[in-house]
């Protein structure tokens, strides 16, 4: 009897070993929340995951099976290889009162949360883009934006962001968060957008 017993354990272990994945591919969220896809050809031919957290679980005989997971259980499973991903890129926006280098009141307040999520990044690159209104020339708005940058790259200076970290530059009035006709002032396209990879 306790022969027969060993088999079967042998037999079972062997076949549960057999249908375990050889290769196990998860398509995670995109950082920026953007939708993604990715595909994954064996011999048996090609199989696409395009949603979250959705597996592809490749056999030793190449034949694909696929579930959609727990964002749980990955977190769980992976936990240390996700700890290893850098932070995902962000875009900070803050805007300025008319014709002018001044943070309107509201973006100096939120000033200080984005000098806190810089400062939890160990190195990094960012981008600083200025932007203005439709009102004045647009030569003038561009030298505006080009000032505008410039006034937020001295104040993540002054929060101790490395000057070879931070690129600027000036967009003028030519990409407008909201769309106005020629001469027309609007406080969401007088703004600044830092971009933090």
Do not use: W
Not at 7 to 28: F, G, K, M
Not at 160 to 180: H, K, L, N, W, Y
């Amino acid at each position: 009897m306790g022969p027969l017993i060993f088999i079967a354990c042998l037999v079972a272990a062997i076949s549960q070993q057999n249908s375990a994945p050889r290769e196990r591919i998860t398509l995670l969220p995109n950082q920026d929340g953007k939708p993604s896809a990715v595909v994954v050809a064996t011999a048996g031919g090609e199989t696409v995951l395009d949603q979250p957290y959705r597996s592809a679980h490749v056999a030793r005989n190449a034949s694909v099976a696929t579930v959609t997971e727990q964002e749980s259980a990955i977190r769980a499973r992976y936990a240390p290889l996700l700890a290893q991903l850098p932070k995902g890129a962000a875009v900070f926006t803050v805007y300025f009162e008319t014709d002018t280098e001044n943070l309107v009141p509201e973006s100096a307040a939120r000033f200080a949360q984005i000098r806190d999520e810089l400062a939890q990044r160990p190195a990094p690159e960012v981008v600083v883009i200025g932007h203005t209104d439709r009102a004045g020339t647009a030569e003038y708005n561009d030298a505006l934006s080009l000032k505008r940058a410039e006034r937020v790259r001295q104040l993540l200076l002054e929060a101790g962001i490395p000057a070879d970290s931070i690129s600027v530059a000036g967009r003028g009035e030519r990409e407008p968060a909201v769309a106005t006709g020629d001469g027309k002032a609007e406080l969401r396209n007088r703004r600044v957008e830092i971009r933090v990879r």
